[in-house]
């Protein structure tokens, strides 16, 4: 697509040199930027060019650069948490259910290689569609987003709050979402994915995603077939009755060609069981 009404792309290099004007948008992978109509906008962001590092790791966070690719994030493994060198081969390298929820949620792209390799974590989280399926991923991990503002400050808020609707976020005007940090208690947790589509190659209808932590902590979060994330957390695990009766009561989901609410509502229902069983 062509953008008619861009007049300047600006690459900054450094923190600093960020300003994002009110007919400007951040551009990171591009992949749905470039993919519509764009009347009115006139100047692109480039942010890719800042050399943020895709994943590293924190005493306390498994902390994702808004520029990492999905490509990047779908070859994350437990070593990703090693601060030693572990030899290839060794035994070491299996996928522990939380993090095969990374592959489990780059693969519900159903896009090409290109895609893969321009597609952001922060790009899919910001675009705020409801099948953005790095939403229910970083939602699913109780991951938090670190903002920038414009003025040079920054602030975090869970990304169970940035997205607020469809295609609506909690960003004001100028900021720009630099990463977003995933506990590493979530990563001890067993966890379970379900999705869903109308077709093989279809989008997303519903995704729901369980996690069970060690203290017994238990989360739902629900995702794909509602216009923002919805999250279910008890401290233990919850009888059918009372998740049916919960997921149930959900009043936000989406309506469009790729399922109706009432088919979104009643596999919902059926995969929560389901994981519900799985984690006990």
Not at 116 to 144: F, K, Q, R, Y
Request: a negative charge.
């Amino acid at each position: 697509m062509d953008l008619i009404d861009v007049q300047e792309t600006r690459v900054p290099s450094t923190r600093a040199e960020i300003s994002v004007g009110p007919s400007e948008k951040v551009l990171a992978g591009g992949t749905w930027l470039f993919s519509v109509p764009e009347t009115g906008l006139t100047g692109l962001v480039d942010i890719t060019r800042l050399g943020w590092a895709p994943v590293t790791r924190t005493e306390s966070a498994l902390v994702i650069a808004a520029t990492c690719t999905v490509a990047e994030l779908s070859r994350l493994t437990p070593l990703a948490l090693r601060t030693d060198p572990v030899r290839a081969g060794s035994g070491e390298e299996s996928h522990p259910d939380p993090f095969a929820l990374f592959w489990q949620c780059a693969n519900s792209f159903l896009a090409s290689f290109k895609i893969w390799n321009m597609a952001t974590v922060g790009g899919n989280i910001a675009l705020a569609l409801p099948a953005g399926p790095m939403i229910s991923l970083a939602v699913s991990l109780d991951a938090e987003a670190l903002i920038w503002m414009p003025q040079g400050g920054e602030r975090r808020i869970p990304v169970a709050d940035l997205v607020t609707g469809v295609m609506q976020t909690a960003l004001a005007p100028g900021e720009v979402l630099r990463e977003i940090a995933i506990p590493l208690a979530s990563l001890e947790s067993r966890a379970g994915f379900r999705r869903i589509a109308l077709n093989d190659l279809g989008r997303t209808g519903t995704l729901v995603i369980a996690r069970r932590a060690p203290t017994g902590e238990t989360v739902f979060t629900v995702t794909g077939g509602t216009s923002h994330p919805v999250q279910l957390r008890f401290d233990g695990l919850p009888s059918a009755k009372v998740l049916q009766a919960l997921v149930l009561a959900i009043d936000c989901w989406y309506d469009d060609a790729h399922g109706s609410p009432d088919w979104r509502r009643a596999m919902s229902v059926r995969f929560a069981e389901q994981l519900r069983l799985e984690l006990a």
